[in-house]
């Protein structure tokens, strides 16, 4: 499943360590990225081959973090931070614009395949509560207004060329994986 490309990128990122397992979570990454934003069963037992793992050792970091996706995710991944800073100013409200506007609820893909919808725990950015995610982009102190506005612009722009985290984790030494 994983290009060799893909799988030299993981052992770059494992000779970074001093134990190679370390790399599990740029790992994770590189392969989400070479899927198109998701990590199939296929790529999580690639990633344990070239680590030396068990796959279900890779699948219990998958369960813990949130930013690993198990399934095929839309052209736009909304990530709205529903924890207690965020809760108390506005954060249900900003999901109840993502479901009227797009149809769809927290963990769940619009039919037209535009954006996915994720409840997450803290963003760490609670001086800029409510605050969201769109494919790894901040958004601080967001209205329903503001969330209503940015869904219809997202959806004009016709999505970007990628999905999901194309652009938010690529150190300095691993190369950049292009969909073929």
């Not at 290009?3 to 790992?27: N, T, V």
């Not at 998701?38 to 344990?48: G, Q, R, Y």
């Not at 619009?110 to 605050?131: I, R």
């Amino acid at each position: 499943m994983l290009s060799e490309q893909a799988k030299d990128a993981i052992r770059e990122q494992m000779a970074r360590y001093p134990c190679s397992r370390s790399a599990l979570g740029a790992a994770l990454y590189i392969a989400q990225e070479e899927c198109g934003g998701w990590v199939p069963h296929e790529a999580v037992k690639d990633v344990a081959e070239v680590m030396g793992l068990e796959p279900a050792d890779v699948q219990s970091m998958m369960s813990f973090y949130v930013m690993y996706n198990k399934e095929p995710i839309g052209k736009y991944l909304i990530e709205i931070c529903h924890n207690v800073s965020c809760a108390l100013l506005g954060a249900q409200k900003l999901i109840h614009v993502v479901e009227d506007k797009c149809g769809i609820h927290p963990g769940e893909t619009s039919e037209d395949g535009m954006f996915t919808l994720k409840g997450v725990e803290c963003l760490a950015a609670c001086g800029g509560a409510p605050c969201l995610q769109v494919n790894g982009h901040f958004h601080f102190n967001v209205t329903p207004e503001q969330m209503s506005k940015m869904i219809d612009q997202l959806r004009a722009e016709g999505g970007p060329d990628r999905s999901l985290y194309n652009a938010a984790y690529v150190p300095e030494k691993t190369c950049r994986i292009q969909n073929g």
